[in-house]
């Protein structure tokens, strides 16, 4: 383990509270927010340290959902999308509730099954300016319902659906 400031040391892995489930630097994560009617915040953790007092913090890469960026949730959005911002904080290990996948857009079409542990991402999200990157991608439109346990929103079309492709660049 590398030393940090102040005696602090760096953390190989955590293991969430109440489960054996361990958490390591890269991994994504479900923390409690301090509003339970809120879902939780989703975020990828970029380094861990014990903070001296027998305790571990986790600094956090932060997603957002689209309702809690510029704009809004809009029509095209999926129902598991969420936007890797450039949003960084410190915050105790306790919070953390779970671990979890962010997929590719690409990747997460090809899910078989979709659990509620599955998000994905296909924008970068600048919190101050609330710019995104890219600004233009394929959106699709689809007509049909959605499939009990298969994936939510724009990646429907792996289910043998005809899409609408349609282009928006309107964040």
């Not at 809004?72 to 129902?79: E, M, T, Y």
């Not at 509620?116 to 699709?140: N, Q, S």
Request: glycine share 8%.
């Amino acid at each position: 383990m590398a030393k940090t400031k102040q005696g602090k040391r760096d953390v190989d892995a955590y293991t969430i509270k109440g489960t054996n489930k361990v958490v390591r630097v890269g991994d994504c994560v479900l923390l409690r927010p301090a509003d339970t009617d809120k879902p939780p915040y989703v975020a990828r953790v970029e380094r861990m340290e014990s903070d001296g007092r027998g305790g571990v913090r986790v600094r956090c890469r932060w997603y957002y959902r689209p309702e809690e960026a510029k704009g809004g949730r809009r029509p095209f959005h999926g129902a598991k999308e969420l936007f890797l911002s450039d949003h960084f904080d410190t915050q105790s290990a306790h919070t953390i509730e779970d671990k979890c996948i962010v997929h590719s857009f690409k990747n997460y079409t090809k899910l078989d099954n979709v659990g509620p542990e599955d998000f994905y991402c296909r924008f970068d999200y600048k919190a101050a300016t609330g710019a995104f990157t890219p600004d233009r991608v394929a959106i699709l439109q689809v007509r049909d319902a959605v499939q009990p346990g298969r994936p939510h929103g724009p990646v429907r079309r792996m289910q043998g659906l005809v899409p609408s492709i349609l282009y928006g660049n309107d964040h």
